[in-house]
């Protein structure tokens, strides 16, 4: 994922917490850095849940990959 707004390692632990909510994510590694998010799922879930995950903490998702 894409995620624009991330700013420090704090931004970086409420994306991956807001993700690691959804049931069918097993792991979200996050970056700042990179402005990304890798994802390992453990079922199939839709983009837009994933999206909308990350954009309920304020922060907005650029792509899904």
């Given at each position: ?8 390692g704090?931004c970086e ?6 993700l690691?909510?959804l ?14 998010a ?7 879930v839709?983009n ?18």
């Amino acid at each position: 994922m894409k995620i624009e707004g991330m700013t420090c390692g704090h931004c970086e632990a409420h994306v991956k917490k807001a993700l690691e909510a959804l049931p069918e994510v097993a792991e979200a590694k996050v970056s700042h850095e990179t402005g990304t998010a890798i994802v390992t799922l453990n079922a199939d879930v839709a983009n837009e849940a994933l999206k909308q995950a990350v954009e309920a903490q304020d922060y907005t998702v650029l792509a899904v990959e």
